[in-house]
């Protein structure tokens, strides 16, 4: 396994938008990383641009200066502190393991990216860079987002885990509540933070009490009433004539509920 560099909160961040689903997650790291003081690499593939405008409305433009322009603004960047560059360009200090990045994340990945990367391809700065990564033992942490995984996706996400890259998936917990989906997307940025030792209170940790004094029993007793409010909210559907569960009327008229007729 490749030495990694933990615990030391990195400087200068590589991050990279593919064309996956999961853009959101992907802007709010980039915001937080600038918001931290870290300097951030930004790398953006063709179809990333595609998801981001459909994802997000989102107008990516094709030159790198001008979404350094955009998401500096958009973010309150520092002069300096964001840096695009694009798919080719091949003088730009992450393709060289003599400056690499303190640490990379590529964020959504998608399934091809990945493989790539597995097969240390290096076809494009993105690719290249992570390799860099890989081969100069920095931090590197995939966010992949594909459903269901192939045992393709498997065999890949396994043979870059075992060479200490971070297969972080963006499978947000349910124990923290969430009430919005940007609630959602912080709990997965946070832990993609936790990974780059960059400190950040974006979600109400395991153990923590929301009032904050955390003895366990509060914990407990405040975990339970929110228990019984979720169970209020996912009480089965009831259908309006007979009063009987929706689920049991549909299977009864011989219709699947979770979607398709049998
Ligand atoms: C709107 C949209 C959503 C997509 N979502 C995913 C996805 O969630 N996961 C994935 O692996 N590929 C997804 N794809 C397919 C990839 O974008 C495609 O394989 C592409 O070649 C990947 O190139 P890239 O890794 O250079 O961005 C999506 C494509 C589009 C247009």
Same mark, same amino acid.
């Given at each position: 396994m490749i030495p990694t560099r933990r615990n030391v909160c990195p400087e200068t961040v590589a991050v990279a938008f593919t064309g996956?689903?999961? *853009?959101p997650y992907g802007l709010r790291l980039v915001e937080c990383l600038l918001a931290a003081g870290c300097t951030v690499w930004l790398l953006y593939s063709q179809v990333a641009q595609i998801v981001a405008r459909q994802e *997000?409305? $989102?107008? $990516?433009?094709?030159r790198p200066t001008e979404v350094e322009a955009l998401l500096g603004e958009r973010f309150g960047?520092? #002069?300096?502190?964001l840096r695009v560059f694009g798919?080719?360009?091949?003088?730009? #200090? $992450?393709?060289s393991g003599s400056n690499p990045a303190d640490a990379m994340v590529v &964020?959504? &990945? %998608?399934m091809g990216t990945l493989a790539s990367i597995a097969a240390g391809l290096s076809q494009n700065l993105i690719e290249r860079a992570a390799d860099v990564a890989i081969k100069e033992g920095r931090p590197l942490v995939l966010v992949p987002r594909e459903t269901p995984f192939s045992a393709i996706h498997l065999e890949n996400m396994l043979k870059l885990a075992r060479l200490g890259v971070v297969i972080l998936p963006p499978s947000p917990g349910f124990y923290t509540h969430p009430q919005t989906v940007e609630d959602m997307v912080d709990f997965v940025v946070a832990r993609v933070l936790d990974q780059l030792s960059v400190p950040n209170r974006l979600m109400r940790r395991w153990g923590d009490a929301e009032t904050g004094s955390g003895s366990e029993s509060e914990v407990e007793s405040e975990a339970e009433a929110q228990g019984r409010a979720l169970d209020d909210r996912v009480r089965p559907a009831v259908d309006?004539? %007979?009063?009987?569960p929706v689920a049991d009327v549909l299977a009864t008229a011989g219709r699947n509920p979770l979607g398709g007729d049998r």
């Open positions: 996956a689903s999961g *853009m *997000m409305d $989102l107008n $990516l433009p094709s960047a520092r #002069p300096g502190q798919r080719e360009e091949w003088f730009a #200090p $992450l393709a &964020c959504p &990945c %998608t309006a004539a %007979t009063g009987a």
